[in-house]
């Protein structure tokens, strides 16, 4: 039987360097969620922000998955992760999806870009084909949860995410943002976030980006003007912020380039929002005179200053998700309940129906009325032998020993083995999912 | 009674800088309410001692070096408090002029033992020099704690240390251009009290060749104003640098006060 797991590492546990070190985007993302499909998980969702990589998927051994999907990892970070790692199985891997997306464990608690995170991972390992029935659910339900605590708490007001934290620090350079120039560069969710929040406050939106259309649709959503990537050393100098969130490996403001940019902006102060991660702004570009450069980390601290205000919202959205967490439980025993006894019934009027096939042709001519009376027969035999049995599984569902229960009776009849041997040498996990397309 | 009067005022005049520094750190509006009406209070008893010590003397109250201190202090204080009124947020920079306004006073007390100048040193360019100066060091004291709170402003910025203190303190822009109208009022001012004084000496003393300590201070104060205001407007120069530029340029104003105060005879020099 598949159980949830989580495998990763977060702002909670890992420094910026390794989970810059181990965010994937693109193309990358797409090869590791495959490799986590592949390698450790039946089923597999990779999230990948500037402040957690995790692995999600469900497994039939998970101690054994859980351990092969750390290895992953431990080999992406190229040393073994110990303290930074961390790994969620079954009730916990669903209340660590349902707090993540709910947003209770971002940096910023309440900060509405997780919603749209986790939906894209979701949605992008969908269409690779690596969401089976129980991740899938588990995912549509964190979703649908994640609303409902936006909608019935008040964890989402206030000014506490990380774009709003961005304005707030302009405003104490600036005094005010009317008639600033605000640059964007690259096309990242949160940098469009607080590119947005900033031109609201009556700030100039340019938007520089690579790709034409993109940076066209962000000026449709936001205003402002889009401009050629050439045009970037012109750009910083009339700047006065300058939010980065690209997906380049490599620093897209280096030193060099912003000492030149500094030079031409005789001495005006400039602010530089690095949300990307890996980063696109050297740190040194920070010791430059009257330029004040922030990356992720240095706004969680500013975050955490805001945290305190959204404790007691955020008590009441744990609620909920312990709520929610109890449902979903209850909803994935009861799938474990029944392709069981779908199994059981299949292989028990199995056994019957070969050896009625078997006996019939003795008896000689027999009407359609006797074959139908032997046919009934057969039937609540089969239905008397596993009246007991069966009242005894639904009976302990959802009791600490139904889940050995099932087990049992499936290790018994061997219903696991039956759908195994049409795949010889296939991983148990890969089996189990087989199962799904049966019971349907 | 002006004796009480000075104490009284003094202690009004520390006691708003313990409430300004209170709710600067502490961010209760209460005690900002209480600084300022403290502060208030503060101006009034100076305006009643100033008075007395005039009518007392029967001589204009900037005659004297201590009148001069005195006077500066008041003048300080009444132009933090209309500045303060203006803007809310800057209201917070008591902590830092405040301080400056005791300074003066205190520094009145002790200027009292400084002789009366003699009617050979009155002149005509005597109210003038005064006064100049006076208002040059108003606007100076006013940018000067604009300059403090930039720094240290800035410095938390850039330290990425944005505590309660972060969030009370104006913005950086706004300290800035704030600093930057003080020194521009503040320098006009401060050049016709260094040549009115500079042509009051040469009358007096004309064969004096040596510039004094507290001239050559006045000299290096203005020279640094001047410098700061030269870079701001030809070279863009603003920020951190310019700042440091306004406290160190004040702190040498401060300099030729105390110089004057601890002469062992009186005038002007």
């Known amino acids: 039987m598949s159980e949830l797991l989580v495998v990763g590492v977060s702002h909670h546990t890992a420094p910026l360097e390794l989970r810059e070190k181990l965010a994937v985007n693109g193309d990358a993302l797409t090869e590791l969620i495959e490799e986590v499909r592949r390698e450790a998980f039946a089923e597999s969702v990779v999230l990948s922000t500037c402040n957690r990589v995790e692995l999600y998927g469900a497994a039939d051994d998970p101690a054994a998955a859980a351990a092969r999907a750390r290895a992953l990892l431990d080999g992406r970070a190229g040393r073994p992760l110990d303290d930074e790692l961390y790994t969620h199985r079954g009730r916990d891997a669903v209340r660590h999806t349902f707090r993540v997306t709910s947003s209770l464990d971002s940096m910023v608690v309440g900060e509405p870009q997780i919603l749209g995170q986790v939906k894209q991972a979701f949605e992008t390992a969908q269409d690779l084909g690596t969401v089976g029935m129980v991740l899938g659910r588990c995912f549509q339900r964190a979703l649908a949860v994640a609303k409902r605590v936006r909608s019935e708490t008040r964890i989402a007001e206030g000014t506490v995410s990380v774009s709003s934290i961005a304005s707030e620090l302009a405003l104490k350079i600036f005094g005010d943002l009317y008639g600033r120039n605000v640059v964007l560069l690259g096309a990242g969710e949160m940098g469009e976030a607080a590119a947005k929040a900033l031109s609201s406050s009556g700030a100039r939106l340019r938007v520089v980006n690579r790709s034409v259309e993109k940076a066209e649709r962000i000026v449709t959503e936001c205003g402002g003007e889009a401009v050629s990537v050439e045009n970037l050393a012109a750009e910083l100098v009339g700047a006065d912020v300058v939010i980065t969130s690209t997906s380049s490996p490599k620093y897209v403001l280096t030193w060099e380039l912003m000492r030149e940019v500094v030079r031409a902006r005789r001495h005006r102060p400039l602010f530089v929002i690095d949300i990307a991660v890996p980063r696109d702004v050297d740190p040194r570009v920070g010791e430059l005179e009257n330029v004040y450069c922030y990356d992720v980390d240095d706004l969680q601290q500013v975050a955490e200053q805001n945290l305190a205000l959204r404790r007691k919202e955020a008590a009441a959205a744990e609620r909920i998700v312990e709520i929610e967490v109890a449902e979903f439980e209850a909803w994935r025993r009861s799938l474990d309940l029944t392709p069981t006894i779908v199994g059981l019934r299949s292989r028990f009027t199995e056994v019957v129906r070969g050896e009625l096939e078997r006996t019939l042709p003795r008896l000689g001519e027999l009407s359609a009325a006797e074959r139908q009376t032997l046919d009934k027969m057969a039937q609540a035999i089969v239905n008397k032998l596993l009246h007991r049995p069966l009242s005894a599984l639904k009976k302990s569902n959802g009791e600490p020993e139904g889940a050995e229960l099932i087990a049992t009776a499936r290790r018994l009849f061997e219903l696991d083995e039956s759908l195994r041997s049409g795949s010889e040498g296939e991983e148990p996990a890969r089996a189990s999912v087989a199962l799904t397309p049966k019971k349907s | ?269």
């Open chain 2, 1 to 269: 009674m002006g004796g009480a009067l000075f104490i009284a005022t003094a202690i009004a005049y520390a006691v708003a800088t313990a409430l300004f520094t209170g709710a600067l750190t502490r961010g209760t509006a209460g005690l900002k309410r209480a600084a300022r009406w403290v502060l208030i209070a503060a101006v009034a008893l100076h305006g009643i001692y100033l008075g007395l010590d005039s009518l007392d003397d029967g001589t204009p109250p900037m005659g004297r070096v201590h009148e001069t201190l005195t006077g500066l202090s008041l003048g300080v204080t009444l132009a933090f408090l209309l500045a303060s009124a203006r803007r809310e947020g800057m209201a917070v920079l008591g902590a830092f002029i405040t301080p400056v306004a005791l300074f003066f006073f205190l520094g009145s007390g002790l200027g009292r033992s400084v002789e009366h100048v003699s009617d050979e040193v009155r002149s005509m360019l005597a109210p003038i020099h005064i006064g100049a100066n006076v208002l040059g060091l108003v606007a100076f004291a006013l940018a000067f704690g604009a300059a403090v709170a930039y720094v240290i402003q800035e410095r938390q910025l850039r330290k990425k240390t944005l505590s309660g203190l972060f969030q009370r303190l104006p913005a950086l822009d706004v300290l800035d251009r704030f600093g930057l109208r003080a020194v521009s009022v503040g320098f006009p001012l401060l050049t016709v009290g260094i040549v009115t004084g500079a042509f009051w000496a040469f009358r007096i003393h004309p064969g004096a060749p040596v510039v004094s300590t507290a001239q050559a201070f006045a000299l290096i104060a203005w020279l640094l104003f001047a410098g700061v205001l030269l870079l701001r407007l030809a070279a863009g120069w603003r920020g951190r640098r310019a700042a440091i530029g306004t406290i160190v340029g004040f702190l040498c104003t401060a300099v030729v006060l105390v110089g004057y105060v601890f002469r062992s005879t009186g005038g002007a020099s």
